[in-house]
């Protein structure tokens, strides 16, 4: 067989495959209200986003759980993290325990993470490692939940290869848990809902947050942008925030129970309020109002360069419990490939913007996400990239090689980058990360910081640690009774990742911004 023959040979039996999907597994799908579609999710409804504020428990539901237990394993973003307590708020609301083992769970849930192909692979890999726990254990109930579920060939492989799976929902049916739990008890076939559209903005949802130090707030929901690698436009949804209002109220009362700082979360925060009917509002305007409650600090994530206006930055300049670090993702220093990625920006305005910032926050530490090897990058193209990390001077970065998504804009472009020099790419950009990480470590030694202390440090029990207000590591000794606390902390040592300290006193309580 030539080479012609042999790709129409697989062409036929990828036809006859899929053919097959459409024939075969229709009859799996319980309570589709639309099945996942990228091609859907990406046409933006004019229609008004609707607020329910009034999230609660179906009667009938109630009790469901007593008697069992459930586990939640987490991928990806801190949007999923969130996820998940939510979802474990809605289990405890429905009388199930938390166990943190799979063996002793009587429902598993993955909520998974799609934003590149080896993030998928993990999940996959972990579907098939617990196969065998279903056959001992035929009650056991399998979700699979978060990104990977909006993808049509995800739920498709699924239903193909993995009939073990009890239950797949998407992002926005997370408030469906109760029913869809119920309908995989009543059935004996795979459960799947999946809105390819976005659904409406759920208040009031139960959360059972990890910790009772940092709390995440959304204050946002999707993304509008369409970076041409990204798969996040689709598997959210459109853009659409919160009302400020819920917001504040969800802030206070983290404060009122003592937590000490809180993440503001969206794919885009800056578009925050961009969708808000009839008010001109934005981050800058949460963000001042927010400044005002008695809570430590306050952070958010993550930025488009592009909607980070100047009100913001004026916001950001005035500090207080405003923190001086800014996760501010460029992706590429080269304007032709920002071009290619639809970023809306180039080079240069991304460093007139960063420029900005620096007037108006001297000590911003700015930190970035950067991708290696997009689609036909040249030598020069990337070393555009290693000199705009130098010129920005960030202090760290999270670093990835392109990996293409399927149904995004990118994945069709044909990209002559081999796989060696991609590799080799990161490894040069990682090289100059971890030199300017330690650099800005360097500057550290001797100044007194403040330390939000988390807990003990993961390598020594008898060290504890904490984080900076510009998110810097410190571990240092000191007694547990400081654990929640911020205290000040006397810098002797850096290292690339982390810093080592002497506890100093601890702080005062909480300025409040006037
Ligand atoms: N390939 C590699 N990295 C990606 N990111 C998003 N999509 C892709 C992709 N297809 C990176 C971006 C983003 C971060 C969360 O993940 O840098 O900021
Ligand atoms: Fe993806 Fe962020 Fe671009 Fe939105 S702004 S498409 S989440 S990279």
């Known amino acids: 067989m030539n080479e012609e023959q042999r790709l129409a040979a697989q062409d036929a039996v990828?036809?006859?495959?899929?053919?097959?999907?459409?024939?075969?597994?229709?009859?799996?799908?319980?309570?589709?209200?639309?099945?996942?579609?990228?091609?859907?999710?990406?046409?933006?409804?004019?229609?008004?986003?609707?607020?329910?504020?009034?999230?609660?428990?179906?009667?009938?539901?109630e009790g469901m759980g007593k008697g069992r237990k459930f586990y939640i394993r987490t991928y990806g973003c801190q949007m999923n993290e969130h996820d998940t307590e939510v979802m474990a708020g809605i289990f405890l609301q429905l009388g199930y325990?938390?166990?943190?083992?799979?063996?002793?769970?009587?429902?598993?849930l993955l909520n998974t993470c799609a934003i590149r192909e080896n993030a998928e692979n993990k999940v996959f890999g972990e579907i098939g490692h617990l196969k065998p726990l279903k056959l001992e254990k035929p009650d056991l109930l399998i979700g699979v939940c978060g990104c990977m579920s909006q993808e049509e060939s995800v739920?498709?492989?699924?239903?193909?290869?993995?009939?073990?799976?009890?239950?797949?929902?998407?992002?926005?049916?997370?408030?469906?848990?109760?029913?869809?739990?119920?309908?995989?008890y009543l059935s004996k076939e795979m459960v799947v809902e999946v809105w390819s559209?976005?659904?409406?903005?759920?208040?009031?949802?139960?959360?059972?947050?990890?910790?009772?130090?940092?709390?995440?707030?959304?204050?946002m929901y999707g993304c509008d942008k369409f970076c041409t690698y990204c798969i996040v436009p689709y598997t959210r949804g459109k853009e659409r925030s919160r009302h400020p209002e819920d917001i504040i109220q969800e802030v206070r009362h983290l404060a009122a129970q003592g937590y000490q700082e809180i993440t503001l979360l969206g794919q885009n925060v800056n578009a925050y309020g961009k969708d808000l009917q009839g008010m001109d509002y934005g981050l800058g305007q949460l963000m001042d109002e927010l400044r005002?409650?008695?809570?430590?600090?306050?952070?958010?994530?993550?930025?488009?360069?592009?909607?980070?206006?100047?009100?913001?930055?004026?916001?950001?300049?005035?500090?207080?419990?405003?923190?001086?670090?800014?996760?501010?993702?460029?992706?590429?220093?080269?304007?032709?490939?920002?071009?290619?990625?639809?970023?809306k920006y180039s080079r240069e305005q991304f460093l007139t913007l960063v420029n900005k910032i620096k007037k108006a926050i001297p000590n911003a530490v700015l930190t970035t996400?950067?991708?290696?090897?997009?689609?036909?990058?040249?030598?020069?193209?990337?070393e555009e990239?290693?000199?705009?990390?130098?010129?920005?001077?960030?202090?760290?970065?999270?670093?990835?090689?392109?990996?293409?998504?399927?149904?995004?804009?990118?994945?069709?472009?044909?990209?002559?980058?081999?796989?060696?020099?991609?590799?080799?790419?990161?490894?040069?950009?990682n090289n100059l990360v971890n030199e300017m990480s330690l650099q800005a470590m360097k500057k550290l030694e001797g100044q007194t910081m403040e330390v939000l202390v988390e807990g003990e440090s993961r390598k020594n029990p008898e060290v504890l640690s904490g984080y900076t207000r510009t998110s810097k590591l410190v571990n240092f000794k000191a007694p547990k009774s400081?654990?929640?606390?911020?205290?000040?902390?006397?810098?002797?040592?850096?290292?690339?990742?982390?810093?080592?300290?002497?506890l100093v006193e601890a702080k005062e309580p909480a300025e409040v911004n006037g």
């Open 155 to 184: 739920v498709n492989k699924i239903l193909k290869t993995h009939q073990h799976i009890d239950m797949i929902f998407g992002t926005h049916n997370i408030h469906r848990l109760p029913n869809i739990l119920n309908e995989a």
């Open 292 to 343: 005002k409650i008695d809570i430590p600090r306050i952070r958010f994530t993550t930025s488009h360069p592009r909607d980070f206006d100047d009100y913001l930055i004026e916001v950001l300049s005035k500090g207080g419990n405003l923190v001086e670090h800014i996760h501010l993702p460029v992706q590429h220093g080269s304007s032709e490939i920002l071009k290619l990625m639809a970023r």
């Open 482 to 502: 400081v654990i929640g606390q911020r205290v000040m902390v006397k810098i002797t040592e850096a290292k690339t990742w982390s810093l080592n300290g002497e």
């Open 197 to 219: 559209k976005e659904g409406d903005v759920i208040e009031n949802l139960p959360k059972v947050r990890k910790g009772a130090i940092k709390g995440w707030v959304n204050i």
């Open 97 to 108: 325990e938390p166990t943190d083992t799979t063996e002793d769970a009587d429902v598993i």
């Open 14 to 61: 990828q036809t006859s495959n899929s053919k097959k999907q459409e024939k075969d597994y229709s009859k799996y799908f319980q309570t589709v209200y639309s099945p996942p579609s990228l091609k859907d999710a990406k046409k933006r409804g004019k229609e008004d986003v609707n607020y329910h504020k009034d999230f609660s428990i179906d009667p009938a539901f």
């Open 369 to 382: 996400d950067i991708i290696v090897g997009f689609p036909n990058e040249t030598e020069e193209q990337f």
């Open 385 to 429: 990239t290693l000199s705009l990390y130098r010129e920005v001077g960030f202090e760290t970065a999270f670093t990835y090689i392109y990996s293409p998504r399927e149904g995004t804009p990118a994945a069709k472009m044909k990209d002559n980058v081999p796989m060696e020099v991609k590799k080799e790419r990161l490894q040069r950009l």
